[in-house]
């Protein structure tokens, strides 16, 4: 406890017992106090408490498993840039971007025009063993779209295009980076079902285009069907999600805890849940399993582009669940 909220509230006069609860109330004001040093969260009642264990255990495996394949995030190791016009890359240095990693001397050349992005074989010719989307490679555009853009691979490697506030910028990942093999697992929170609880749905009509801030400096539009509403710690709170994809069934939360300071991912976690249960156009219910929040790409490698939480996500009680900070 620092010195600025004990000296100047306590007194002599004052018992122990009395202090403790003034200071307390204090910082629970600021939002540095833990949300435990007042009330537990309620558990889930009538919940299959050895049924829920069980699903939670084999999705955090199954995260694990993501984070650890051989496209996952710990493979990814560089994020170039494409100026407008001639980009040639490889592992040559007489390349505009080499490549840190095993890779063909020259790869191709990335021409930059317009909205595009053409593809094209270096002087050399396309390396042996080469391909694009899973076939032999040709020369033409390549499609950029961050649900399905065109791939280039070659062993390990993997190389996409994407376009980033109007940018294009190239995605590397390697499969046998460092930061792979050297993976030892997640950190978690145990999990607590006093941390699964049931919102309210509160649609928005119409859906609102909401302003995500990312890591780049720049915003993301993306559309908001509603907020949620639920209960923890006796206190009534509201989370806005967006959709990825608007023709997905998922939502998405991006939102911060005041954990943040110690224990978990500073930037963000991200959550999905499902549609609540009468849509996204009427009022209904959801559950939020906060024991499945997540890190981040951003967690585990500095070249990932992250979405980062909007003012209204952004909560000042603790949310010890779910995904701590990754220590590679």
């Known amino acids: 406890m620092t010195a600025r909220f004990g000296e100047s509230r306590q007194n002599s006069s004052r018992t122990p017992i009395v202090a403790f609860l003034l200071t307390a109330f204090c910082l629970w004001g600021t939002g540095i106090v833990k949300a435990q040093s007042t009330s537990a969260p309620a558990a889930a009642v009538g919940l299959d408490q050895q049924g829920w264990l069980?699903?939670?255990?084999?999705?955090?495996?199954?995260?694990?498993?993501?984070?650890?394949?051989?496209?996952g995030w710990l493979t990814l190791v560089g994020l170039e840039w494409l100026k407008p016009g001639v980009n040639t890359v490889g592992?040559?240095?007489?390349?505009?971007?080499?490549?840190?990693?095993?890779?063909?001397?020259?790869?191709?050349?990335?021409?930059v025009s317009g909205d595009g992005v053409q593809f094209a074989p270096p002087a050399s010719g396309f390396p042996a063993d080469l391909q694009l989307d899973?076939?032999?490679?040709?020369?033409?555009?390549?499609?950029?779209?961050?649900?399905?853009?065109s791939v280039l691979t070659w062993h390990g490697l993997s190389l996409i295009?994407?376009?980033?506030?109007?940018?294009?910028?190239?995605?590397?990942?390697?499969?046998?980076?460092?930061?792979?093999?050297?993976?030892?697992?997640l950190n978690w929170y145990a999990p607590d079902p006093a941390f699964r609880v049931e919102a309210r749905w509160i649609p928005y009509t119409p859906a609102r285009i909401e302003k995500i801030?990312?890591?780049?400096?720049n915003t993301l539009d993306l559309p908001s069907p509603g907020v949620a509403e639920f209960t923890l710690y006796g206190?009534?709170?509201?989370?806005?999600?967006?959709?990825e994809d608007p023709h997905g069934k998922t939502l998405f939360f991006i939102l911060?805890?005041?954990?943040?300071?110690?224990?978990?991912?500073?930037?963000?976690?991200?959550?999905?849940?499902?549609?609540?249960?009468?849509?996204?156009?009427?009022p209904g219910q959801l559950t939020l399993d906060f024991n499945r929040l997540e890190?981040?790409?951003?967690?585990?490698?500095?070249?990932a582009t992250c979405p980062l939480p909007p003012e209204f996500n952004r909560l000042l009680i603790r949310i010890e669940a779910g995904e701590k900070r990754y220590s590679p």
């Open 91 to 111: 592992a040559a240095a007489d390349n505009q971007i080499r490549i840190a990693a095993h890779a063909p001397d020259h790869i191709g050349v990335f021409s």
């Open 235 to 243: 206190k009534t709170l509201r989370l806005e999600p967006v959709l």
């Open 295 to 303: 890190n981040p790409p951003c967690a585990y490698t500095p070249y």
């Open 256 to 282: 911060r805890d005041q954990t943040r300071y110690d224990t978990t991912y500073q930037a963000a976690r991200f959550l999905h849940t499902e549609f609540p249960d009468h849509g996204l156009g009427q």
């Open 54 to 71: 069980k699903d939670v255990s084999a999705w955090r495996a199954q995260r694990e498993k993501e984070i650890d394949a051989p496209d």
């Open 134 to 149: 899973g076939q032999a490679p040709h020369e033409g555009p390549l499609k950029i779209d961050d649900l399905t853009p």
């Open 161 to 185: 295009v994407l376009n980033r506030a109007g940018r294009f910028v190239l995605r590397i990942k390697d499969a046998g980076a460092p930061t792979r093999t050297a993976f030892h697992g």
């Open 213 to 217: 801030p990312t890591v780049l400096g």
